[in-house]
């Protein structure tokens, strides 16, 4: 994905406001539509811990930090461009705000990426069927409510992906969104 600009960003808000319009303009309308279900279903089911696979420059992650939630663990096999204008921000802003923000540089299959349990999965990485089935055995069971990805609309397989893991096990779509990339959202039953 493109790089956005953001050496002029100072507050968490800032970030994520300047990261969503840049992205929409590079990636086109609705890329950042997961950032609003992201909200949506955290609200609705009440949700307090959030791991994210796949965070990048950090869009998605500014965008639960917002909600101020209780614990947030970020997972990259590379986290500098985290590192070069949100981490910063988004320590700053956890110290002020009670949040316990953990980061983990690492595959997101690794065993030391696995937590002992989150309300939310979103899962935002490799973006290859085979890969998501063995993130989905990696972290499924240890997320209480809801899991998420992004861009199941443009790789369809990886929507074929979750569809068959919710049928084998407790799971349900909630919702599949055809917009620009899309995005797929699991519920437990
Ligand atoms: C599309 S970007 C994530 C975008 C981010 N969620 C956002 O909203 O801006 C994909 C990220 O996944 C990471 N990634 C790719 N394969 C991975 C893997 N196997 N394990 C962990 N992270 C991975 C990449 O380093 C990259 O930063």
């Known amino acids: ?31 950042c539509a997961v950032h609003d279900a992201i909200v949506k279903y955290w609200n609705l089911g009440k949700c307090q811990s959030y791991m994210e696979l796949g965070v990048h420059q950090g869009g998605t992650a500014s965008n639960i930090l917002l909600q101020k939630p209780k614990k947030v663990v970020l997972v990259d096999k590379n986290l500098d461009l985290y590192r070069e204008y949100l981490e910063p921000i988004a320590i700053h802003y956890c110290d002020q705000n009670d949040i316990d923000l953990k980061t983990k540089e690492c595959e997101s299959i690794d065993l030391y990426a696995m937590e002992v349990e989150c309300d939310m999965l979103f899962i935002d990485s490799y973006h290859k069927p085979d890969y998501m089935i063995q993130e989905l055995s990696t972290h499924a069971h240890n997320t209480k409510k809801y899991i998420i990805a992004h861009d199941t609309y443009s790789v369809k397989s990886l929507h074929e992906c979750l569809e068959n893991f919710a049928m084998k096990n407790k799971w349900e779509v909630l919702e599949y969104n055809k917009k620009n990339v899309g995005y797929t959202v699991l519920g437990r039953k």
Do not use: A, P
């Open 1 to 31: 994905m493109k790089k956005s600009v953001l050496n002029h960003v100072k507050t968490l808000k800032q970030f994520h406001t300047e990261i969503y319009k840049q992205q929409e303009e590079n990636h086109r309308e609705h890329y």
